[in-house]
């Protein structure tokens, strides 16, 4: 379960003054996929991220039971001096799942070639997601949190990405942001869409989608 409990948090100071969080006190549904919508500039990631306890809010809290992934695709959690295979052996010990059995699936599974054992900080941005995408779904999670994360490399690359998230979420839940409807319908049932710092559930999935869109053009 996750549930965000009283949460603020807003950015800058006077009418320059961004909030992505006023006061929010809701629940996301337990083992559904929700997409979560909202304008450019709405605070999306910084919601996710706060979520995953990788930003801290203002004030209020996330009350998290079960495990919950960082931001996938998310790349802040890789030492740059590392080579992708450390990076993966250490969150692999960081979430208690078998060094080996990870490294085998990331390599496999990110296609990075003898890249996996350079330095991090060596990746193209790409190849960063693609180690990122590579460890975040090698590791079972009860929800993952999805940023924009298919969009990273060729057609094939994304077909399997795309592929993988969604075998994980037969057992598993998510919080998506995306701003294409191809992959919120494919990958969600249900949404939350957020403006000026609260958020509003919806349950159908196709209403939330035409909510937001006539937000956009108006």
Known sequence: ?????????????????????DNL?????????????????????TLLR??????????????????????????????????GAQNTRFLARVYGVDTDEL??????????????????????????SRLAFGVSMGIRFDTYLIDEVTSVGDAAFKQKSS???????????AIVVSHGKGMMRRLCDCAMVLEK??????????EAIEVHHKRLLG
Do not use: C
Not at 166 to 172: G, I, M, P
């Open 103 to 128: 490294q085998r699936f990331v390599a496999d599974f990110a296609e990075l070639g003898h890249h996996f054992n350079l330095p991090f900080k060596s990746y193209s941005s790409g190849m960063r």
């Open 1 to 21: 379960m996750i549930e965000l409990v009283n949460l603020n948090k807003a950015f800058g100071t006077g009418k320059r003054r961004k909030v992505v969080a």
């Open 163 to 173: 592929e993988l998230l969604l075998d994980r979420l037969e057992e598993s839940g």
């Open 50 to 83: 706060m979520i995953a306890g990788t930003m801290n809010p203002d004030s209020g809290h996330v009350r998290r039971t079960g495990t919950i992934s960082w931001p996938v695709g998310f790349k802040g959690s890789f030492h740059a001096d590392l080579t």
């Open 197 to 206: 710092g609260q958020l509003v559930y919806y349950d159908d999935l196709e």
């Open 25 to 45: 006190s809701i629940a996301f549904p337990e083992g559904r996929s929700v997409a979560l919508m909202g304008r450019n500039g709405a605070g999306k990631s």
